[in-house]
């Protein structure tokens, strides 16, 4: 039986502080906010970045969804871009994507995840880009190094699923999904 995982966007988390980590600010765009950018530090924090009865997934139930939406274990398993349409699958929001593959491939939003091209911050440096063209998302699943953890990426360029390791400073966005009981 598969287990179906409802994502939400926390943009009430902004509220939370932690003392090793920062929040962007909030964006708008087209009139929709956007959820803060989070930092891998923070995903994994003993004081909880999730909500009670929330968590912030995994690399394997990442997996697990995307191979739901259609992609093969192989593919899963690998990195960098992955799959045939699941990216878009994944999006939501059509008028925040710049025009491209993603937003017009006629699966764009049909998996109810709505993710939003919310872009970065470069942890290096704190520069942000990707607005509108990019989203990423990090899992709760570090890396066994102590600076990289999995995330994953969608752009407007193409319809898969970027998958790999980033620097823990990055900030990117963070989904949280219901526990299961």
Known sequence: MKQVFIFLIFIALSQIAFSDSYLSQT???????????YDAIAVNDASGLAPE??????????????????????????????????GCKLAGGYDLWQN??????????????????????????????????????WTATEHSSSYLAWYRYLSYINAQ???????????????????VE
């Open 53 to 86: 009865g929330w968590h912030v997934p995994t690399d394997a139930e990442i997996m697990e969804l995307e191979m739901y939406l259609g992609m093969s274990q192989q593919q899963a398993n690998s990195t960098g871009l992955r799959g045939m349409y699941e």
């Open 161 to 179: 699923v970027y998958r790999d390791l980033n620097y823990k400073r990055t900030g990117i966005s963070v989904r949280c999904v219901k526990d």
């Open 100 to 137: 491209g593959v993603l937003r017009n491939d006629p699966e764009f939003g049909s998996s109810g995840f709505s993710f939003f091209p919310g872009g970065y911050r470069y942890g290096l440096n704190g520069n942000f880009g990707g607005l509108g063209g990019d989203g990423y998302f």
């Open 27 to 37: 964006k708008t765009m087209n009139g929709v906010l956007l959820n803060d950018l």
